[in-house]
């Protein structure tokens, strides 16, 4: 079983519909992030939190929102979805251990098309 | 946290040992390299990180400069299945901030 999954895996939307994208992680990780790829780019921050009461804006949060509903899990919502949104979003979670330091592991990642 | 600069792409032969390179000139005393990949459309994985030392797994070597400010990513005998988006990110040890991802070398096995 994944230890970070993602739901749905594949979403078309229209513009100015409301949508979520849902992570869970069974790693009993503090810390997850939401990061969105366009093609040609890299990985960008949207939203970062790193317990269930701390939550903080990445590089481009504008357009989106988070909540961390639980250590497992992470939604990232569009409130109200336009086209230049559709890209690649992932998941990830991470943990802080003494003398190995910080990595992240990532859920396979949501499609999403906004029309 | 220091920028990199890497190669946008490189190819390597199969079975050959693919080395990517990073520069990180900036870099501080207390910040590691971290290296992670994304094969097509995937979520990035970890592969590797260190300090000043050279490292080795099961996956790759890390050999940092002496004055850290570059460092060689090694896959010893490239497969196919290793062509992906390498990111060689430099970050504090256990910094209470967020990891932020570059565009990476594209690295393209060749059969």
């Known amino acids: 079983d994944a230890d970070v999954t993602q739901t749905p895996r594949n979403r078309i939307t229209k513009t100015g519909k409301r949508i979520m994208l849902e992570c869970s992680q069974t790693?009993?990780?503090?810390?997850m992030y939401w990061y969105r790829q366009d093609p040609g780019l890299g990985l960008r921050l949207i939203y970062y939190s790193f317990d269930v009461k701390d939550i903080n804006k990445g590089e481009i949060s504008d357009g989106y929102s988070v909540s961390r509903q639980a250590q497992a899990k992470f939604s990232l919502s569009l409130e109200s979805a336009i086209p230049n949104q559709t890209a690649l979003y992932f998941c990830a979670t991470s943990d802080l251990s003494a003398g190995v330091g910080e990595t992240q592991y990532f859920g396979p990642g949501t499609r999403l098309l906004v029309l | 946290d220091a920028k990199t600069t890497q190669p946008p792409s490189m190819d390597c032969a199969e079975g050959r040992a693919a080395n990517l390179p990073c520069n990180h000139s900036t870099i501080s005393g207390n910040e590691y390299v971290y290296w992670y990949r994304q094969i097509h459309s995937q979520g990035p994985q970890y592969i590797i990180h260190g300090l000043k030392n050279n490292e080795t797994n099961e996956m790759a070597s890390l050999i940092i400069t002496e004055d850290r400010k570059s460092s060689t990513l090694i896959l010893p005998h490239a497969t196919l299945r290793d062509t992906a988006v390498y990111y060689c990110i430099v970050r504090v040890l256990n910094r209470d901030d967020k990891i932020i991802f570059g565009k990476g070398t594209r690295l393209h096995i060749l059969p």
């Open positions: 790693k009993g990780h503090d810390r």
